[in-house]
């Protein structure tokens, strides 16, 4: 197993345009978390799963987003109607339960 | 208030130097703490995990006090690739992983 992956690396999208990412967690981590960083910021949380179901969404996450894990496996984490603030590194990180979790590169969206 | 607090620096300490972090958590029945590392522009990646009793790895030793909900990160012998974000993250009882804004450490020759 490489660990967690995310793709894609980079994204460059026009505001009001839809985005998907991907997030492939280590094969036997059953939880698997999405988290927002902007510059000089740490990791804001913005949801998570344990297998498929969505345990816990932020406040930060709003309506335009939403986050799925179908079959307990990869995540896709869509944003619709992108805006400028949308502009942020996005990380997943998977682990089991009790222990540290492995983030992948994440995925840099910027909103033009 | 924030779950996690840091000083975020920047530290800029000599090759050689003895450094210290620390951090502040707000919920006290939170579960895990560790400490994270974070290159510019790079993913998070595990230092060590934080225990009670204190723990050692190499040249960092990272310790734990309940009762003040503080949490502190020593670097002895600084080394120029030490240069990085370090991040406080502490885990609630719901699995959750909060992370504080980062001590951007700076080690210069």
């Known amino acids: 197993d490489t660990g967690v992956s995310q793709d894609p690396r980079h994204k460059i999208t026009k505001r009001g345009q839809n985005v998907t990412f991907r997030c492939d967690p280590i094969?036997?981590?059953?939880?698997l978390y999405w988290y927002r960083q902007t510059l000089g910021q740490g990791p804001e949380f913005l949801t998570y799963?344990?297998?498929?179901?969505?345990?816990?969404k932020s406040r930060l996450l709003s309506d335009r987003f939403s986050a799925e894990r179908p079959k307990g496996s990869f995540s896709t984490l869509e944003i619709q109607r992108t805006e400028q603030g949308d502009s942020a590194m996005y990380l997943c990180a998977s682990s089991s339960v009790g222990r540290q979790g492995d983030f992948g590169s994440g995925t840099r969206l910027t909103v033009v | 208030r924030k779950e996690v607090e840091q000083d975020p620096g920047p530290f800029n300490v000599p090759e050689g130097a003895t450094v210290a972090f620390n951090c502040t958590y707000s919920n006290s029945a939170s579960q895990s703490f560790f400490w994270y590392r974070q290159d510019c522009r790079k993913e998070p990646k595990l230092l060590m995990s934080?225990?009670?009793s204190g723990n050692e790895d190499g040249r960092f030793t990272a310790q734990l006090n309940r009762a003040s909900q503080y949490i502190s990160l020593l670097i002895r012998d600084s080394k120029l690739s030490d240069s990085a974000t370090y991040l406080c993250?502490?885990?609630?009882?719901?699995?959750?992983?909060?992370f504080g804004s980062g001590t951007k450490l700076n080690v210069k020759p």
């Open positions: 094969s036997e981590h059953n939880r």
């Open positions: 993250v502490v885990n609630d009882d719901f699995n959750k992983f909060y």
């Open positions: 934080v225990y009670s």
């Open positions: 799963f344990q297998n498929e179901a969505q345990l816990e």
